[in-house]
């Protein structure tokens, strides 16, 4: 079995080319937007959501071939998210994975319809590809991906976010944005990557567990992250929370506590994978990695 | 059996009930994001994709409370493009069915989030209601409402559009920029409609020739009327195509040919209507409504 580190990063390189392989090609009309979906997809970030649905789907038994496809879809869904994010009218960012935004790279109008084709496009593969042996599972795979994007997730998150700019969030308040803003869609990696095996009830139980304190924990090292790094580091614009006025863990509780906070979600989600045994080896050292990232 | 009118009036009635039913209530969390869907999706439009995806759903005598359905998810995806469309960076468009554009009412960010949020919601409808006894038939009705909405359908109709201005387009350039922008998703209703029952063949090939002709009529008129109409009688801005530099079928063709063109898809969408026998009644009547039709 490799270790951590090689199958961290051979699972990062086979994604890059499933990727290149679904996404639409850069020649075929219209080609201005295919390049602009390839550029704001490809050659990219960490694919922690993808890495958390192959880890899930060995609790599973999953066949690969069918957890790329549905880490594939979630991993749009977070791309279209971050080039409507960094719109002008959002937050205004002009830098992303150590590039030029999409906007900044295109223009406004095409990033726009990038974010809303890559939206599409998550949906047309789970549903043009069998992600599972049986079609009434699929379309439960479709459902929660969608929930998991919309008004009482993703997008539901980023609409709070808009209104709690200046203001003052209690902690609960916090949570429940991040719940929906980078939490449903952490959740749904790792659900999708297990409904493409045979996914028991208990073991869906606990990955329920483990996916709830991640979403937090992964929210919580990103602020710690984005008061303490610099830009070079993260290869985004580091400090734009504070710069924008915005609620954090660290301007709510203080960056010691804060990090304290992401150590007691790190051991909760550790415990949740203790019924899961060995299959769940991955998702364990996945957790480790996020909360003891440096970027 | 109801007139014609009667028969639009009844449906338009039912689908109001319809969408007020499956968006997300304006007193729940995120509030303003649910108020500004329920603003850009509720008392507008004709709803003329969902008409025709009830008049194809007779022809395969599907359950109306599956088209329904299928219907709402389609107009849903309408709705999300005409709010991103009018936004500052798109068509820059304050009015819309008499009423100021979401962005207006709202602002930028969240007329982003509406759109995001409508489109998962449409996916999610697809998903979470039974509309096909056959569960591998409703992942394939998800494929092409996605196929439809994304780079290969409406969202790429727009980027050609957005290339499009102030260039010179040959007539066929211009057939190929409106199949996807409006003929995608006015397919889609059709077929969805449709297999809300239990289609045959021979049905999904006629009412495939008709879309596509009533796809190509629909942009056809809507260029006529922009051209012709005043704002008033509209409920959105007129003659900003022209103003916009943008090639239409008038400018291309002059407005006594492309009314002469929409005569004669009027006519081909009739034909393709034959086969299918009294039960395409409804369909026939809402391709003299669409082609005759004044706004």
Tied chains: 1, 2.
């Excluded at 084709?117 to 992600?131: D, G, V, W």
């Excluded at 993703?154 to 969030?169: C, H, N, P, T, W």
């Excluded at 980078?182 to 990696?189: C, E, F, N, Y």
């Amino acid at each position: 079995m490799p270790d951590f580190q090689s199958w961290v990063t051979g699972h990062q390189h086979r994604f890059e080319d499933v990727l290149r392989r679904l996404l639409p090609a850069g020649d075929v009309a219209p080609q201005r937007l295919h390049q602009a979906m390839r550029y704001s997809v490809l050659d990219g970030g960490k694919r922690v959501r993808p890495l958390l649905a192959f880890a899930a789907g060995e609790v599973t038994h999953a066949e690969p071939e069918r957890v790329q496809v549905a880490a594939a879809a979630v991993e749009l869904i977070h791309a279209y998210s971050l080039v409507h994010d960094d719109m002008p009218c959002m937050d205004d960012d002009v830098l992303r994975r150590g590039k030029p935004t999409c906007h900044v790279e295109y223009d406004e109008a095409t990033a726009l319809l990038v974010g809303d084709a890559l939206q599409s496009l998550a949906f047309q593969l789970l549903s043009a590809h069998c992600l599972n042996d049986d079609a009434a599972r699929q379309l439960e795979m479709v459902k929660l991906l969608a929930v998991a994007s919309g008004s009482r997730g993703m997008a539901g998150g980023q609409a709070i976010d808009l209104e709690s700019v200046g203001e003052q969030l209690a902690l609960p308040e916090l949570e429940q944005m991040h719940i929906h803003k980078t939490g449903a869609l952490i959740r749904a990696a790792i659900l999708l990557g297990a409904h493409c095996g045979k996914a028991e009830q208990a073991q869906l139980v606990a990955l329920e567990r483990y996916a709830h304190c991640m979403g937090l924990a992964f929210q919580v090292v990103d602020d710690v992250l984005d008061a303490e790094a610099d830009t070079a580091t993260l290869g985004k614009t580091a400090g734009k929370d504070a710069d924008n006025d915005k609620p954090t863990y660290v301007t709510l509780l203080g960056a010691r506590q804060a990090r304290q906070m992401a150590s007691e979600l790190h051991s909760a989600a550790l415990d949740a994978l203790r019924p899961l045994g060995t299959p769940a080896r991955r998702l364990q050292e996945l957790a480790d990695f996020i909360v003891l990232r440096k970027y």
